[in-house]
């Protein structure tokens, strides 16, 4: 906002006056990085292309198995001076809306024997230069097969049923359909497909990811 074509240090003064700026932040001139932590994130970008799931700490073990000493927090900022972050499975995926039914778990000592016996489902996220898209996944429990999966760049419940229906319209019904508590897979809309085709609807108690472990397999893999 500064009117870089005025030179007259009164001007630059009163400017950075009327805009509530330090007169020597507006000068200031950040370093660059030193050849050292350049070569330092070199090596790290390395590691990440390799162990993209490493967080600050593995990076450093990782590093001084290089011959590298170097402190958390020193990885810490460079890894957020490069944008990387760890891939893993974050929480809050599946927000629970108190005004849907929540369904009994019906897996509990069920003997699972046969594919299109049971289904899971569930959401993860998926990071891009650009953000986050979100993949929905429907598995077979039994084979534990992939039968259909959808993205979004939302959390709606539109891409959940999408999956749904695209995985009933090539795959025999299954008995029992299981999910988590989340809002996408407990509406209306969701449970009406699963209604229709006369599926028994089954749904994870809360915060237990073991109920649905077979989905939660596959995300953590991916």
Known sequence: MVDQKKTNVIIIRKQCQVLGLNRSSYYYKPQEESPENLDIMRRMDGLYLKYPFYGSRKMV???????INVCRDRIRRLMNLMGVTAIYQKPNTSQKNPEHKIYPYLLKDLTIDRPNQVWATDITYVPTAKGFMYLVAVVDWYSRKILSWRLSNSL????????LKKALAKH???????????????????????KDHGIQISTDGKGRWRDNVMIERFLAIL
Request: proline fraction near 5%.
């Open 61 to 67: 073990l990782a590093l001084k198995q290089q011959g």
């Open 172 to 194: 025999p019904n299954p008995d029992i359909f299981n999910t988590d508590q989340g809002c996408q897979f407990t509406s209306r809309e969701f449970t009406k497909v699963l």
């Open 156 to 163: 709606d419940s539109y891409f959940c049923r999408e999956a």
